[in-house]
């Protein structure tokens, strides 16, 4: 059922009247104000986002990113999990350590996409399901962030040289196929750096959902979410 906000205006005097002027939510929502709060609670997540990032033990302890991890990786370190377990804790903290570099890169692009809203996209926020907004930051940032990243983590992989570590330990071993774009028993660096780009930019985009969830009842109940 719409609701409603009623905004009433008393004048008092000889001839007092009452003046009722009725605006759908929705209607409000597509306002200056509406997307202002729209633009406030996004920005809250990547805030949150960001900091996770900034800090490897975070980053390492948030199950959001760890359930961002793309199936091809998975499947890497289950491989490594029974052959050398200890390159798995190393592969995930290189990841995370990597990931403090990207912060200054990927924010700008998101705070960029959320000053972009308008209308017609805060007016789709408040008639779809929770977690809306974030699949429209998403819709408009997912590609842009990867490749924007995808340098940056490649870098920094192959400086703590990663890939090699994983290749030497693999050695002889034909479980892994193409997997990365290697040959029959390699990981190749751009396949591992492509993967964990992924990984970063996915889990970012659950945290922001998370947040977006949690807070939506407080955030978006005056412009009845």
């Known amino acids: 059922m719409k609701k409603y906000i009623i905004i ?25 104000l509406g997307i202002s709060v729209i633009k ?3 920005l809250g997540g990547i805030d949150k986002g960001m900091g996770i990032y900034s800090n490897k033990d975070a980053f390492l302890q948030n ?8 199936k091809e990786l998975k499947n890497i370190n289950s491989i ?15 990841i995370a350590q990597a990931a403090s570099y990207t912060v200054n890169i990927s924010k700008p692009i998101l705070v960029e996409a959320v000053n972009s809203l308008n209308a017609q996209d805060v007016s789709r926020i408040i008639q779809g399901e929770k977690g809306t907004a974030t699949l429209i930051l998403k819709e408009k940032t997912h590609q ?18 990663i890939a090699k570590t994983i290749n030497t330990a693999l ?14 028993n390699s990981v190749n660096a751009g ?9 970063l930019v996915n889990g970012l985009f659950n945290i ?18």
Do not use: R
């Not at 396949?191 to 990984?199: F, V």
């Open 171 to 184: 050695s002889g071993n034909n479980l892994l196929g193409n997997l990365l774009g290697g040959n029959t």
């Open 40 to 42: 406030k609670f996004l």
């Open 8 to 32: 009433a205006s008393l004048l008092l005097g000889t001839g007092a009247f009452i003046t009722t002027t009725i605006h759908s939510c929705s209607s409000l929502a597509t306002t200056d």
């Open 80 to 94: 490594l999990e029974k052959i050398a377990p200890s390159l798995v804790t190393q592969e995930k903290e290189y």
């Open 144 to 161: 842009k962030l990867i490749a924007a990243i995808a340098p940056k983590i490649d870098e920094k992989l192959n400086e703590y040289g």
């Open 191 to 199: 396949g591992l750096s492509q993967l964990a780009s992924e990984q």
């Open 63 to 70: 199950n959001l990113i760890d359930k961002a991890l793309p």
């Open 208 to 225: 922001v959902e998370d947040y977006e969830i949690q807070n939506s009842k407080a955030l978006l109940g005056p412009l009845g979410k």
